[in-house]
């Protein structure tokens, strides 16, 4: 077996994945297996850039846990990769040179352990989206491995679109049917196992649901000129104070400060409606330089097949028991009656669920849905080709996969020249052959010998 680690360093923490798979089988689809994930205790790494040298040591146990799943004869062969995604981008965004620092604690840190490390980077929203494409198609079995020997085999499967919700980005992946492409950065060209995959991609910053919820917030308390705010997208009865640090502290929000307040004081009023109107302001529909957009002036081609959904997408959605609701209907009356549940009986009804989360189940519900319809243009009728997903055939759904397949040149760009035959088949084959040939030799011998021994023994 083989093994390799990635290092997803998020905005709201760090998870580390070991995958392992068959050596003799590396470019075969599928056999990438996750066999471990790890959650870093505490927030991202990004949070420590006030104590850079704490970023690094935040990872010493979910690390000691890999290396007490790895073999130890494999430790040295094995690569760890490290990417970072939308805090980091923020963090650099706001302060370049702390944002490498971080890093290279991190880097020092990694280093410390007996493995083969290949390198920490801030991975852009591009490749998030695109390696969250790979991971769930290849999980899935999409990129068929079809051998051009056997014309009548089966060359296209279709790909499964990606949404993927994170705290602070957002990314929506998919291989439209048309071929308008009228903003080249928003595509990515794949050659996977002999065919070509043209793939739209676009990641949001700030729209990840901590994020989205910060730039509501502070919108809110612009538009209102008050830092005491009635809020439709928390229970009712629900009060919070919220830090002015935290709310403006991220290049998301910092130019909407406008007070020197150092709490914003939050009541919920818990109501649906409200709450989806207020947040659809978010996402601008008025200006499209292109034939089409999904909002803030970003190209979207049409939205075309099954599209896997993961990170908060599910977390928010299976909480709501929601995951298998195909009609959006429904997943709004449920949204609706939540959302105007006490924030009491919320708490007693889930006495063991984070208090963070909790509360903010009726927001990030909420602003799930609006982005998915008013944001991406879902709509009832295709609503039910959202599947939202956890983990497929037991790896988790994330971009981490995709990364290293990549990393590792995995996936071959072409199919791996095999033999026409399997090796079975030779085997059948050349059996048969062999009796062939014994049947002709055996049959000439009678024909040409035997029947003249035959003929002198008569005489
Ligand atoms: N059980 C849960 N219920 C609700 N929210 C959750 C749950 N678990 C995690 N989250 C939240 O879901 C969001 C997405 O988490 P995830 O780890 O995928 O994102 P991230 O890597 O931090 O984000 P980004 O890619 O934007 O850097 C975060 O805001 C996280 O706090």
Redesign the pocket.
């Known amino acids: 077996m083989k093994y390799g680690i990635v290092l ?1 360093a ?4 760090t ?1 580390v994945y070991v995958y392992n798979w068959p050596a003799e089988k590396e470019n075969d689809t599928g056999v990438v297996q996750q066999v471990e994930v790890c959650k870093v205790d505490g927030p ?1 790494i990004s949070s420590y850039s006030k104590d850079v040298e704490k970023a690094g040591l935040s990872l010493q146990d979910c690390m000691n846990t890999a290396k007490q799943v790895i073999p130890k004869k494999e430790h040295r062969d094995t690569p760890v990769y490290l990417g970072a ?3 980091m981008r923020l963090l650099s965004l706001d302060n370049n040179k702390i944002a490498d620092k971080v890093l290279l604690s991190v880097e020092k840190s990694l280093r410390l352990y007996p493995f083969d490390f290949q390198g920490c980077r801030i991975i852009t929203g591009q490749e ?1 989206g695109a390696y969250g494409w790979i991971s769930i198609n290849y999980m899935l079995g999409n990129f068929k491995q079809s051998s051009s020997w056997m014309p009548f085999q089966q060359t296209s499967t279709e790909t499964s679109g990606a949404l993927d ?5 957002t990314q929506i992946t998919f291989e439209p049917t048309d071929s308008i492409n009228e903003s080249p950065e928003n595509f990515m060209l794949f050659r996977l196992y002999g065919k070509t995959y043209n793939v739209y991609t676009h990641s949001f910053l700030c729209y ?3 994020q989205a919820l910060r730039l509501r917030l502070a919108n809110d308390v612009k538009n209102a000129g008050s830092t005491n705010l009635q809020n439709p997208c928390f229970n009712p009865g629900y009060v919070k104070n919220m830090s002015a640090v935290d709310l403006y502290g991220s290049p998301c929000t910092a130019k909407y400060k406008l007070f020197s307040s150092s709490f914003i004081l939050i009541t919920g009023t818990g109501d649906y409606h409200q709450c989806q109107q207020n947040l659809q302001d978010m996402f601008n529909k008025t200006e499209c330089p292109y034939s089409r957009c999904s909002f803030n002036r970003i190209f979207q081609p049409e939205l075309s097949g099954n599209f896997g959904a993961f ?2 997408f599910y ?2 959605m299976n ?1 709501l028991n929601l995951t298998s609701e195909k009609d959006l209907s429904k997943v709004k009356e449920t949204l609706k009656e939540f959302c105007s549940e006490s924030w009491q009986q919320v708490k007693e009804k889930f006495p063991d669920i984070k208090e963070k ?1 909790l509360s903010e189940y009726c927001f ?1 519900g909420t602003y799930i849905l609006t982005l998915l319809e008013m944001g991406y243009g879902f709509t009832s009728e295709n609503w039910g080709n959202i599947n939202f997903l956890r983990k497929i055939k037991g790896s988790d759904a994330a971009w981490t996969l995709g990364y290293m397949l990549n990393l590792t040149n995995m996936i071959p760009a072409e199919l791996p020249s095999s033999p026409p035959l399997s090796h079975a088949s030779y085997v059948g084959l050349m059996v048969l052959f062999s009796f062939l040939l014994a049947s002709v030799v055996f049959i000439g011998w009678l024909y040409f010998w035997k029947p003249r021994c035959l003929q002198k023994g008569i005489i």
């Open positions: 997803d998020g905005s709201s923490h998870s991202g995604t939308a805090g998030e919700l994170g705290g602070a980005s990840g649901k901590d990170s908060a977390f928010v909480f989360y990030s």
